[in-house]
């Protein structure tokens, strides 16, 4: 059975490594790894070794891995999506709390008072200067209801919010997770003007960059708090600073410092803490760990960000090809020719595509000759070509 290199790149919780099994190893040599682990490390100008199979990422976001690099080369790459979900759901209620009553500016005042014996008396007659707000009653707005937005969406009901939920794209899964009592709502316009927190949480692409700029901070309550908790980059922060300074938006509170958002006055600033609990870690590591796994043992796809999902499930034949390509039309037509012109029978087929890309898998009752994996390999946009035995080695030439 052929032992199986892992890079890790970053600190993965134990109890993610501990998943892999007897016939995995961890390396520190990239260059001879099968698959490589990574939370924060910056991949972008890495070279990609031949061996390299799949990447992992530890989180959610992928803008340190150089993705059109890996889909060329047959790299799948994953995330784990909704690993941290609870982490961050957790974290954006807590700084609603924060934001509403500005504990924060008074626990800094606290601590920079002269100390004395009267401090107390001086505390109690300042403290008047922190009054806020209480969350019940308030109105939510929550734009992307996915596994983080329907669970703050939920958190906001459970505290006596009245809770808008904005999402064109939900997805069952989530929706029949949402509660009842959240509102659903299409015209993001008409919602910005009722809410008196607004909450985003949806990925960072080229459609949602900066979808909270000058005009939606306009349309908003005089007053309002915006929370970040997903990219800064989602929001307009030239806009939101000029919001703080005339007092349309009370507070702005934000997962990620940058050099625009420091300078900032009446904002929190929390240093990318969203999914920093141990609970987290060890639910991104597991996840990346099943999902790497499962794609070099069995060919199984999962949760990957630059090719389509995919699986035939266990191994119950001689032998599964795994094939990557671009999604372009006669490409499984003349691999599946290429497989009976060298008397190979397909026993079970899959094949998905998502954008630009492909993948194929088949199951064949028989070994496969290395000779006919490299003529499949060099056909025209093939990517990649796998080979994984019944006994879960794959051939390393393959």
Request: with cysteine; hydrophobic share 40%; charged share 20%.
């Amino acid at each position: 059975m052929k032992q199986r290199k892992i890079a890790t790149l970053n600190s993965i919780a134990q109890s993610g490594l501990d998943l892999f099994g007897d016939n995995y190893s961890l390396t520190d040599d990239l260059s001879v790894a099968d698959a490589w682990l990574v939370r924060s490390a910056n991949l972008l100008d890495k070279e990609l070794p031949p061996s390299l199979r799949a990447i992992a990422r530890a989180g959610a976001g992928v803008n340190n891995i150089p993705i059109p690099r890996c889909s060329e080369e047959g790299i799948v790459v994953f995330n784990t999506p909704g690993a941290n979900a609870n982490a961050v759901a957790e974290l954006v209620t807590a700084a609603m709390i924060l934001s509403a009553r500005n504990l924060i500016g008074g626990i800094n005042w606290v601590r920079g008072l002269e100390k004395g014996d009267d401090i107390a008396a001086r505390i109690e007659k300042g403290k008047s200067n922190f009054q806020g707000t209480e969350l019940r009653g308030k109105k939510l707005g929550v734009i992307g209801l996915g596994a983080i937005g329907y669970r703050v969406a939920n958190a906001g009901i459970g505290l006596g919010m009245e809770v808008y939920g904005y999402d064109p794209m939900i997805t069952p899964q989530f929706a029949w997770q949402l509660s009842r009592s959240v509102q659903h709502v299409n015209d993001l316009p008409a919602m910005l003007q009722q809410v008196d927190f607004l909450t985003i949480h949806v990925p960072l692409t080229d459609a949602t960059k900066k979808m909270i700029g000058k005009a939606e901070l306009d349309l908003m309550k005089d007053g309002a708090i915006l929370l970040n908790f997903a990219r800064d980059e989602l929001v307009d922060e030239q806009a939101v600073g000029q919001a703080l300074d005339s007092g349309k938006l009370r507070c702005y509170t934000v997962d990620f410092a940058n050099p625009l958002n420091v300078t900032f006055r009446n904002t929190i600033i929390t240093p990318h803490l969203g999914a920093s609990t141990a609970e987290s870690e060890e639910n991104c590591a597991q996840m990346a760990v099943r999902q790497l796994r499962d794609y070099l043992n069995l060919g199984t796809i999962e949760n990957s960000v630059n090719f389509p999902a995919a699986s035939l499930g266990q191994l119950n034949c001689q032998t599964r090809v795994v094939m990557l390509h671009r999604n372009v039309p006669n490409v499984i037509s003349r691999a599946t020719s290429l497989f009976g012109e060298a008397g190979f029978n397909i026993d079970h087929m899959v094949s998905t595509s998502r954008g630009n890309y492909a993948c194929a898998l088949f199951d064949l009752n028989d070994p496969m000759r290395r000779d006919f994996a490299l003529q499949l390999s060099e056909a025209d946009d093939i990517l990649k070509i796998r080979v994984i035995q019944h006994d879960s080695a794959a051939d390393p030439n393959a």
